[in-house]
């Protein structure tokens, strides 16, 4: 069957959204374009003697005026203080339990204060549900509103672009992007309207992501990676089981998924054991690092994007696990595929068998990307080596 791509991009919840990027892009270079080639005509008309103007494209700025205002900050004397927040309203305040995302802003606020700088998360009543190993300081947004309104230097991170209580609050945005799944379908309005009124610096948590932004909104974009803390993720290899299989749970297919893996691998005189990972963070670690190999079998929640954001593969080689897992965008920017890792397309699951199978008949295999993946995690995935572009991208 023909598909029309262009009656697809269309047929969008943000079509309409679309079509006003487009828009602004068309009349502003149509009035770039018009006024080169009118002064063009005149010099020639009036065989003016003026230094032809070398012909240079608009700066991005078809959003909003305000875009580019907002993007270079004063900045005072004095440290700012920055605030990182999901809380979208009441209900959904920040503070939930086994959320990626909330993780990774609490890392970010820790590196922050690693660095001696005044952070705090922000949370709709100022609480949280206790998951994580180390909590960071979390203030309500009551008391965030006081600290806006004071006209304190302060800087305002989210990753949730209907975090509508924090950002309505905000006088700007600081926006670290981890999903398309999201960001492409349900919030690319929120960001069409952030674009134009709040934003002054984007980051995508893959270069996806990165790339994505800057093709839909024309604005630079920075790329900060998952962040781990490497303080607790650790291995143990006293622990450590060389028949075990990590995995965690990815919706109503996972068991039989593993099932169809457990059978075949016994089909194949392969002794086995398939080890559902879960709980706190504590938990998980314990847990994790007692697996010879991490089985990723989560495939997204988009189907063409899938996952954004790699934290289970990330962490489970910092335990000295070796990850197998699907060709996602932020599962592909940790893992090259038989180097530190196994990256099999989505759907293939006879492939992930296959990878399986090869690896248990074959401890040296296991010990060198086991090995591979240390070397890199210690030459770029450090909390510390976020440091550089967290800067940047906070205008600190």
Not at 53 to 62: A, Q, T, V, W
Not at 75 to 101: L, T
């Amino acid at each position: 069957m023909r598909i029309n791509k262009y009656r697809i991009f269309w047929a969008t919840p943000n079509s309409y959204a679309r079509l006003k990027i487009s828009l602004k892009r068309l009349v502003i270079c149509m009035f770039y374009d018009i006024s080169y080639f009118s002064k063009l005509i005149c010099r020639i008309i009036t065989k003016s003697n003026i230094k032809q103007e070398k012909y240079s494209p608009p700066i991005n700025n078809f959003l909003s005026n305000n875009t580019y205002k907002h993007s270079i900050l004063e900045i005072n004397n004095h440290r700012p203080i920055i605030f990182a927040s999901a809380c979208e309203s009441e209900r959904h305040g920040g503070g939930q339990k086994y959320n990626g995302g909330l993780k990774e802003l609490n890392l970010l606020v820790r590196l922050l204060r690693d660095n001696h700088y005044e952070a705090f998360l922000v949370t709709y009543d100022g609480n949280y549900e206790k998951w994580l190993v180390d909590h960071q300081p979390c203030i309500s947004l009551a008391e965030y509103k006081k600290i806006v309104d004071s006209d304190k230097n302060i800087r305002s991170v989210t990753s949730w672009a209907k975090a509508k209580s924090f950002i309505s609050i905000s006088k700007h945005i600081y926006f670290w992007d981890m999903e398309l799944a999201y960001s492409e379908n349900s919030h690319f309005k929120n960001f069409l309207n952030l674009y134009n009124k709040k934003i002054i610096n984007i980051a995508g948590i893959s270069r996806t992501i990165q790339a994505w932004h800057m093709a839909n909104f024309g604005k630079p974009s920075y790329v900060i990676p998952s962040m781990v803390d490497e303080r607790y993720w650790i291995p143990n290899p006293a622990a450590r089981i060389s028949n075990r299989i990590g995995y965690m749970h990815e919706g109503t297919q996972t068991e039989k998924l593993i099932d169809l893996f457990n059978k075949k691998l016994l089909s194949q005189k392969v002794d086995v054991e398939f080890y559902n990972i879960k709980g706190t963070e504590n938990e998980v670690i314990q847990k994790m690092q007692t697996c010879n190999i991490f089985l990723s079998i989560n495939q997204g929640k988009d189907n063409l994007w899938g996952e954004g954001c790699p934290i289970p593969l990330i962490e489970s080689q910092y335990t000295g696990a070796v990850t197998v897992g699907y060709d996602l965008i932020g599962n592909r920017e940790i893992v090259i595929n038989g180097f530190n890792g196994i990256l099999v397309p989505r759907s293939r699951h006879d492939l992930i068998f296959i990878n399986l199978l090869n690896l248990l008949n074959n401890p040296p295999l296991i010990d060198e990307i086991r090995n591979n993946a240390n070397l890199l995690l210690n030459k770029i995935h450090k909390l510390s080596h976020r440091w550089t572009v967290v800067k940047e991208f906070l205008n600190l």
